[in-house]
């Protein structure tokens, strides 16, 4: 029985060039792909700089041979269907592949304020950097709000309030007040007593701010405890005495000039001259060095003017006192015994 070899050769030379089609599409894709990533991401292994050649496909060389009728050899040669025997390699493909790069940051801590928040910066020295570990903004730290303006029936006002913080500075407005009504008056008493030294009243106040004083109470005065020696008196020496107020305490004092002595006691006299003038007599004064008792004795009389004419012939002046008189018998038509003094 003779066997179609035609037939049973065709599916092998079809089977060669399926194969050789797959590797042309599978090399084409490979190479759209390297055009598109980026060379940085390429890993550092090498493209092949040239694609594997094809060998040539062709029928197993084991088929049994069978002869064809007219054939003197008996064998059929076998048509073979070559792939392509070279891929060529993109003319894109770069030089050299980057070294694969590991960062290396540095952090710079961005602290968080009043309206913004906080964060941390890491920088690669290649430029690459991210911010990370946020904190949230700290919010004002706002003071007490103050009147700048304030408000009246007809006008509103304005009050304010700053950030101890940052600052930064906030108003709003104050209501227009209501208008006046009419309004009877509640008074709340508040009593003053009176001290020893100032009166006491009585204020009344009223809730819309109105008030007046009334009542007023008379000071009442020191209430003093007894005197107590402070310095004590001697013979030669005057001492003081204290006493205080047994209310609020104020203390006054007074000098005690004569001491008490004992019925018994013994003058201790000291005697001063008072020699006479011509106006006076002359005397001796005792004196007690420690009672101040004191007389006088030893009276001596007056002195005589010494008289001095005067210019005008009429007067004369006693040189020791100053007295002036008319002379006795100087011719004086009005008066002849007038006289006329000058001390």
């Known amino acids: 029985m003779k ?51 094809v060998s040539d496909t062709t029928a197993p060389s084991t088929q049994p041979e069978e002869t064809q009728p007219g054939s003197t050899s008996g064998a059929v040669e076998e048509t073979s269907v070559d792939a392509p025997s070279q891929v060529t390699e993109p003319s894109a493909e770069p030089t050299s592949q980057p070294t694969e790069h590991v960062h290396s940051y540095t952090s710079q801590v ?23 570990n946020p904190t949230p903004a700290l919010g004002h730290t706002w003071s007490e709000w103050k009147t700048d303006i304030p408000a009246t029936t007809t006008q509103t006002g304005q009050e304010s309030r700053k950030c101890t913080v940052c600052g930064e500075t906030e108003t709003r407005v104050l209501d227009l007040l209501p208008p006046p009504t009419e309004h009877s008056h509640v ?12 009166a006491g009243y009585t204020i009344y106040t009223c809730s819309c701010g109105d008030s007046y004083q009334g009542d007023e109470v008379p000071a009442t005065g020191h209430i003093w405890g007894e005197w107590t020696p402070a310095t004590p008196a ?13 209310v609020c305490g104020k203390a006054e004092s007074r000098d005690v000039t004569t001491p008490t002595t004992p019925e018994d006691h013994t003058h201790s006299f000291t005697s001063t001259v008072v ?3 011509c106006t006076k007599a002359g005397y001796t004064l005792h004196t007690c060095k420690s009672c101040s008792y004191s007389y006088t004795s030893d009276e001596t009389p007056m002195l005589a003017h010494q008289w001095v004419t005067n210019p005008n012939g009429t007067t ?26 000058t001390l």
Do not use: M, W
């Open 316 to 341: 004369h002046t006693c040189s020791s006192c100053g007295k002036t008189e008319t002379i006795p018998g100087s011719g004086s038509a009005s008066d002849p015994t007038a006289s006329t003094e």
């Open 275 to 277: 020699g006479p003038t």
């Open 110 to 132: 961005t602290a968080p304020t009043c309206t913004t928040d906080g964060f941390t910066t890491y920088t690669c020295s290649c430029g690459y950097s991210y911010n990370s």
């Open 3 to 53: 066997h179609n070899h035609f037939s049973t050769a065709v599916p092998a030379r079809l089977q060669a060039v399926l194969v050789c089609a797959l590797v042309l599409c599978l090399l084409a894709v490979s190479f759209s792909g390297c055009q598109a990533a980026d060379l940085s991401d390429v890993p550092e292994t090498s493209v092949p700089s040239q694609a594997s050649s």
């Open 187 to 198: 008074y709340v008493a508040e009593v003053h007593k009176p001290t020893c030294t100032e």
């Open 234 to 246: 001697t013979e030669t020496t005057p001492g003081t005495e204290t006493r205080t107020c047994t």
